[in-house]
């Protein structure tokens, strides 16, 4: 046998069976090991994924931006498993509530920790990306000194931008690639998400302020009924909150109210702002203002929900209103809100042809006339709203409805 041959033997010895099972046996336990850690990381990049998704889907529902960036920021602190998280805005670094320890509580202005990391404030800043770092502040505590900290950018149009400073205890893990690259995913989603909320708002704003600028107009064409639109806009989200309707019909309502008596500007200054009776003649014209509200209503799409508030809102229970002589519960909701309020603030106003009622008188004429004129239900629930609204906030009564509450109040005749 040479000794190519016990070589050969040798290779051909390591390659039987009994020599064989040790190689193999490594690869394959290798071979587990890279699949057993891809597997862990699969799971993990999945976990990442459905806690992006669940953030940015729930906090997507919230409604207003400032509900909105607290959910981002909470869920934030919560997907990080951090122990403190600080929001930075360029003027202050504010320690977020329920994220405020790391093994002892932080300082309550997060000063030091902005003044140890301004430099990594500013590149966050700058490349509105996420960076890891270590906590270098001297003169802090020693939970604070060494402590794992991340960095993330959280953008939104016409709000200050803003930094998240994340921090994990020194002798925690410290924050990996892959929650470096989550925390930019679910800050640069939230980032759209609270942009939207903000034009949404802005939007609604500027739309608000159109229809309250038209109903001042309108108000302005008779000289008695100045603020009318306003407060009848104000009391109809009043009642409506006091019968229970969701946030959405409440706007509607409000919106209702303040556009009402739009059709007024059809209708002749002369008849409106007439001191005396009003002939048959002047009567039927004033009374197409409903019709002609809702004739100039009818083509803004976003308004179509409260057309059957405007067209309706002299409808009486009886059936005895008009523009239809509609009766009971076939005049819509929001016509029989709209009426209720509508005929308080009249009494309650000074009008050309008579000096306001006092509060009680109006309450008790709209009593008088619940079944008849108005829902029964909704005037009573109108009539102990409004005085406990009066007894429970007063200053902000006295402020709002000063006419009555400062104007002259002896019972008028009618
Ligand atoms: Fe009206
Ligand atoms: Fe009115």
């Known amino acids: 046998m040479t000794p190519h041959d016990g070589t050969l033997m040798l290779e051909v010895g390591s390659e039987s069976p009994a020599g064989q099972a040790p190689d193999a046996s490594e690869d394959v336990s290798r071979l587990l090991d890279e699949n057993e850690s891809l597997g862990r990381e699969l799971l993990r990049c999945y976990e990442q994924m459905s806690l992006l998704f669940e953030i940015t889907e729930n906090i997507a529902h919230l409604g207003d931006a400032a509900t909105i960036q607290a959910a981002l920021i909470r869920r934030y602190g919560s997907m990080l498993n951090v122990g403190a998280l600080l929001l930075e805005d360029g003027t202050r670094c504010q320690v977020i509530d329920g994220y405020e320890s790391l093994g002892r509580p932080l300082p309550a202005n997060g000063g030091v920790i902005r003044a140890a990391l301004h430099g990594e404030i500013q590149r966050v800043r700058e490349s509105q990306r996420a960076l890891t770092c270590r906590l270098d502040a001297p003169g802090s505590s020693v939970e604070l000194r060494g402590a794992h900290a991340m960095l993330g950018s959280l953008q939104q149009c016409n709000a200050p931008q803003i930094v998240l400073i994340a921090l994990r205890h020194h002798s925690d893990a410290p924050f990996d690639t892959g929650e470096r690259l989550a925390a930019e995913s679910v800050l640069g989603y939230g980032g759209h998400i609270l942009t939207n909320a903000l034009m949404l708002r802005q939007v609604q704003q500027m739309a608000m302020e159109t229809v309250r600028a038209l109903a001042n107009a309108i108000d302005a064409k008779d000289n008695y009924t100045r603020g009318h639109s306003e407060r009848v806009g104000w009391l109809a989200k009043f009642l409506g ?30 008849i409106l702002n007439k001191p005396g009776p009003l002939t048959s003649e002047e009567t039927a014209e004033m009374q197409k203002h409903p019709r002609l509200s809702y004739e100039v209503l009818k083509p803004i799409a976003s308004l179509e929900s409260i057309l059957p508030g405007v067209l309706y809102h002299h409808e009486n229970h009886d059936g005895s209103g008009y523009p239809e002589r509609i009766r009971g519960e076939d005049i819509p909701l929001i016509a029989r809100i709209l009426h209720v309020v509508d005929i308080f603030d009249a009494l309650t106003s000074t009008r050309a042809y008579r000096t306001q009622y006092s509060i009680d008188r109006a309450m008790e004429i709209l009593r008088e006339g619940a079944g008849r004129v ?13 005085r406990q609204y009066m007894r429970d906030s007063q200053a902000d009564y006295l402020e709002r409805f000063a006419h009555i509450a400062l104007g002259p109040a002896p019972a008028a005749s009618d």
């Not at 829902?375 to 409004?386: A, E, G, L, Y």
């Open 241 to 270: 909150r006091a019968l229970g309707l969701p946030p959405a019909e409440l706007q509607h309502v409000e919106w209702a109210g303040l556009l009402h008596d739009v059709g007024k500007i059809g209708v002749p200054e002369w």
């Open 374 to 386: 108005t829902d029964p239900r909704i005037t009573d629930v109108f009539i102990r709203s409004f």
